[in-house]
């Protein structure tokens, strides 16, 4: 495959399948290609089940803040903090 870049032909190191051909070769062709891409080292992405611990992770660290009372420690220094900006 060629590609033009600022006027001059530079072709690719790795050989590209031709673009030619019947209506079966076009899904082969599709295949190869995002065969391609996913040889690269791409990221896979996450599963469901990574984003599921995330999630309960999150839930648990808010339920261990509200239910030692921190929540209303950290509401009452802001609620201070606030109050001592709006004397002054």
């Given at each position: 495959?060629?590609?033009?870049?600022?006027g001059?032909?530079?072709r690719?190191?790795?050989?590209?399948?031709a673009?030619?051909g019947?209506?079966?070769?076009k899904?082969?062709l599709?295949?190869?290609?995002?065969?391609?891409?996913?040889?690269?080292?791409?990221d896979q992405?996450q599963?469901?089940?990574?984003?599921?611990g995330?999630?309960?992770?999150?839930?648990l660290?808010i339920g261990?803040i509200?239910?030692?009372?921190?929540?209303?420690?950290?509401?009452n220094?802001?609620?201070?903090?606030?109050?001592?900006?709006?004397a002054?």
């Amino acid at each position: 495959m060629q590609l033009l870049v600022s006027g001059r032909t530079v072709r690719e190191s790795t050989s590209a399948p031709a673009l030619e051909g019947t209506t079966m070769q076009k899904p082969k062709l599709l295949k190869a290609i995002v065969e391609r891409q996913n040889k690269h080292g791409r990221d896979q992405g996450q599963t469901v089940f990574e984003y599921l611990g995330i999630i309960v992770i999150i839930v648990l660290i808010i339920g261990a803040i509200v239910g030692s009372g921190l929540a209303a420690a950290i509401a009452n220094a802001i609620t201070q903090a606030l109050a001592d900006i709006t004397a002054n």
